[in-house]
C-alpha cells in the first residue's frame, strides 16, 4: 500500500507550488497576494496588468492537476495504482493547491488546477465543463459565478457521460463531488459579493 500512498504525498506536493507567486516574483511583479482579491491565481494575477503572467499561472496551474493523474494513469499498472489512486492524486494536488504546504497553507481557489484534473480523467469532460464556464463568463462577466457553475456541472456531466462517452469511475465521482464543494466553499467571499451587487467582472481592475 506504500504506492499509492507516495502517488498520493506526491501529487499534494506538486500542487502546492503556487505558480501564481512563483510566475509573479519570476517576472519581477508585486505578489499576488498583495492586491486585487489577494488570491493567488491566475484571474487576479491578471490584475497586475500582465496578460503573459496570467496566461503562464493558468497553464501551469492546470498542468500540476494533469500531471500527477496522467503518470498514475500512464506507470500505476506497474505499482498497483488503479483508478482509486487516479482520484486520489487528482484530489491531491487540488488540495495542494488550495493549502500549500510551502506557502503557510495560504493557496488558491482551484479552478485552473481542477480542469487540469478533469482533462486527466477525460478530456470531453473537461471541454465540456469549460464550455459551461465560457458560456457563463461571457453573458455575466464573472468569473467566480462561472467557476461555481462549472463546479456543479462537472460530475453531472460525468455521470451523464458514463456509458457514452466514457465508463464512469466511482471514485473519480467522488473526487470530482469533493472538488466542487471545496471549489464553492473557497468562492464563499464570492457568493457574499454577488448577492451584494459588488463582486468585480471579468476585466474591471479591483482595488
Given amino acids: 500500500?506504500?504506492?499509492?500512498?507516495?502517488?498520493?504525498?506526491?501529487?499534494?506536493?506538486i500542487g502546492s507550488l503556487s505558480f501564481a507567486v512563483i510566475v509573479s516574483r519570476a517576472m519581477g511583479l508585486a505578489d499576488p497576494r498583495s492586491y486585487g482579491s489577494g488570491n493567488p491565481g491566475a484571474t487576479n494575477v491578471l490584475r497586475s496588468g500582465s496578460k503573459a503572467a496570467a496566461i503562464v499561472t493558468l497553464l501551469l496551474d492546470a498542468a500540476k492537476g494533469w500531471l500527477p493523474v496522467v503518470l498514475a494513469q500512464a506507470f500505476g499498472a506497474d505499482f498497483g495504482l488503479g483508478a482509486g489512486t487516479q482520484a486520489l492524486a487528482g484530489l491531491a494536488a487540488f488540495l495542494g493547491h488550495l493549502y500549500p504546504v510551502f506557502f503557510r497553507f495560504q493557496g488558491g481557489k482551484g479552478v485552473a488546477t481542477a480542469l487540469g484534473v478533469l482533462l486527466a480523467f477525460e478530456p470531453l469532460l473537461a471541454l465540456a465543463t469549460l464550455l459551461t464556464f465560457a458560456i457563463i463568463v461571457v453573458f455575466f462577466r464573472y468569473v467566480s459565478l462561472a467557476s461555481m457553475v462549472a463546479a456543479v456541472f462537472a460530475p453531472a456531466?460525468?455521470?451523464?457521460?458514463?456509458?457514452?462517452?466514457?465508463?464512469?469511475?466511482?471514485?473519480?465521482t467522488l473526487a470530482l463531488m469533493a472538488m466542487g464543494v471545496l471549489l464553492i466553499w473557497r468562492h464563499r467571499e464570492n457568493i457574499r459579493r454577488l448577492l451584494a451587487g459588488t463582486e468585480s467582472k471579468l476585466g474591471s481592475k479591483k482595488k
Fill in 1 to 13: 500500500m506504500i504506492w499509492p500512498f507516495l502517488a498520493t504525498l506526491a501529487a499534494y506536493l
Fill in 157 to 172: 456531466y460525468y455521470l451523464l457521460g458514463d456509458g457514452v462517452a466514457w465508463t464512469a469511475s466511482g471514485y473519480k
